[in-house]
């Protein structure tokens, strides 16, 4: 079955970095769901920051070159490693997944992913 939990988040000053973890069952990792990130300020919309999915990953405009998504399937762990924080980037964040057969890319998110943890608080502050 599908299961996906965040650890604990985490604060950061402007310029810092953050690293998340999300445990994944090994049989979300083993049938080829497409996994992501997601995340949602106060008074904003979810916005899908990265997606994977066949090898590729995608990045939202407001994180390109300064996030990165990886999975250790052995591990099964999910990780989002925030580089270059800004306060902006403030919000609870949400691992994902998305059921096979799947693109893992930013373009169809929102229709992709269905499987959620419970999300994790990122504070960023100046």
């Known amino acids: 079955q599908v299961q996906l939990m965040e650890s604990v988040g985490g604060s950061a000053q402007a310029g810092g970095s953050l690293r998340l973890s999300c445990t994944v069952s090994?049989?979300?990792?083993?049938?080829?769901?497409?996994m992501g990130w997601f995340r949602q300020a106060p008074g904003k919309e979810r916005e899908a920051v990265a997606t994977s999915g066949g090898g590729s990953a995608d990045y939202a405009p407001s994180v390109k070159g300064r996030f990165s998504i990886s999975q250790d399937n052995a591990k099964s762990h999910l990780y989002l490693q925030m580089n270059n924080l800004k306060p902006e980037d403030t919000a609870m964040y949400y691992c994902?997944?998305?059921?096979?057969?799947?693109?893992?890319?930013?373009?169809?998110?929102?229709?992709?992913?269905?499987?959620w943890g419970q999300g994790t608080q990122v504070t960023v502050s100046s």
């Open positions: 090994r049989y979300t990792f083993e049938n080829y769901y497409c």
């Open positions: 994902a997944a998305a059921r096979p057969p799947c693109l893992g890319r930013l373009v169809v998110a929102d229709a992709e992913y269905s499987y």
